[in-house]
């Protein structure tokens, strides 16, 4: 037996690369924070409320079976109640199918700029993360179908995907579906689901309604403006949500949460509205950038897959240090593979201008 000085961690933990998110800046300047797709609105005063009044049951455990907030979902979207699980963020959902799906010996496939918790989650449960090459910066069906293996348990799909902003139309999805092996779960992530305006769309509610191996996840942090309160949901067949209701925490959501999500759910003019501000300044944002002779990926989400020029002066992380330094915080693409690209988040109009305006002088 071998002895260490201390406590070890299973083999492949500290083979993990921790997720990094999105800077904020400085406190007390003004600062425009573009870096995590968060909302420019907040959240809805109806959520706000509801969060409130919470506060003054602060000595009672929650909910946890989260009824409401199940029921709340349940009737916006005309699914059956019981087949929605719901977790602490669409993250812990993530990292719940992988811990309840895959071992030792599994592989599990994602696209090879698909979100990073992906193979987080496959690695800290002990199976293997195998990368499929994108096409243009889409997830490329034929390449990840080439991949399955007799090992492979499980298929994570960012549609639309995080960070290029792209998108599967359904019929692709489809595909992909029919070409996996029964046994092999498909988990369809659509963080951004609600910013889409594609006619080709689906997030993958009929899909996982009309099949037993597919599972969608969808999150309240980005369109409702409540990622502080770590909250998000699955739709599930009946087999997986009993499954994920085994593994998970008895009182994952808190009390503050389930209110808060269950009020955001019914106020469905604020998120008209959230859409409607996104249609406006996303298609701004990539016609003034690709104006000042950057490339943008083109995008469905709340965010812009910008790539910056290759020469030392002009180049990404050139580009976001000057951002910085007047204010605008973006996201770096290094963790993906993507050292020439920044990320930057759709906010307000004030933001939006201000950031074009910097940039242009960048550039220039």
């Not at 000595?59 to 029921?71: C, F, I, N, Q, V």
């Amino acid at each position: 037996m071998t002895l260490h000085s201390r406590p070890q961690p299973r083999p492949g933990i500290l083979d993990i690369s921790p997720y990094v998110p999105g800077k904020s800046g400085p406190k007390g300047a003004k600062i425009h924070k573009l870096s995590s797709n968060e909302s420019p609105f907040g959240a809805s005063a109806m959520a706000v409320a509801a969060y409130k009044a919470a506060g003054d049951r602060l000595e009672l455990y929650p909910d946890g079976s989260a009824t409401l907030l199940r029921s709340a979902i349940a009737s916006r979207y005309g699914l059956m109640a019981e087949n929605i699980v719901c977790g602490a963020g669409s993250d812990e959902l993530l990292q719940m199918l992988a811990h309840a799906y895959l071992g030792p010996g599994d592989e599990a496939i994602y696209s090879q700029y698909g979100f990073l918790v992906y193979p987080i989650a496959i690695q800290s449960s002990g199976a293997t993360p195998v990368v499929a090459p994108e096409t243009d910066y889409l997830a490329d069906v034929d390449a990840i179908l080439a991949r399955v293996t007799g090992k492979t348990r499980m298929v994570f799909l960012a549609n639309p995907n995080n960070p290029t902003g792209r998108y599967l139309p359904f019929s692709e999805v489809r595909r992909l579906h029919a070409g996996l092996p029964a046994g092999v779960l498909l988990v369809l992530d659509a963080a951004y689901a609600e910013y889409v305006r594609r006619n080709d769309y689906e997030a993958g509610i009929e899909l996982v309604a009309t099949t037993s191996n597919v599972v969608m996840t969808r999150t309240f942090s980005k369109i409702y403006g409540l990622a502080a309160l770590r909250l998000g949901w699955a739709y599930c067949p009946a087999h997986v949500a009993d499954v994920l209701n085994r593994v998970r925490g008895p009182f994952n959501i808190s009390g503050p949460a389930i209110a808060a999500g269950a009020a955001a759910m019914a106020d469905q003019d604020f998120v008209e509205g959230a859409i409607a501000h996104n249609d406006v300044w996303l298609d701004w944002l990539s016609t003034e950038l690709t104006r000042l002779g950057l490339e943008v990926t083109p995008s469905v989400g709340n965010f812009v897959l910008v790539h910056f020029p290759a020469d030392e002066a002009r180049n990404a992380h050139a580009a976001d240090s000057y951002l910085q330094a007047h204010g605008f915080v973006v996201r770096r693409m290094d963790a993906y593979g993507l050292r020439g690209a920044l990320r930057i988040s759709v906010g307000s109009q004030e933001a939006n201008q201000g950031l074009v305006g910097c940039l242009k002088a960048f550039m220039s």
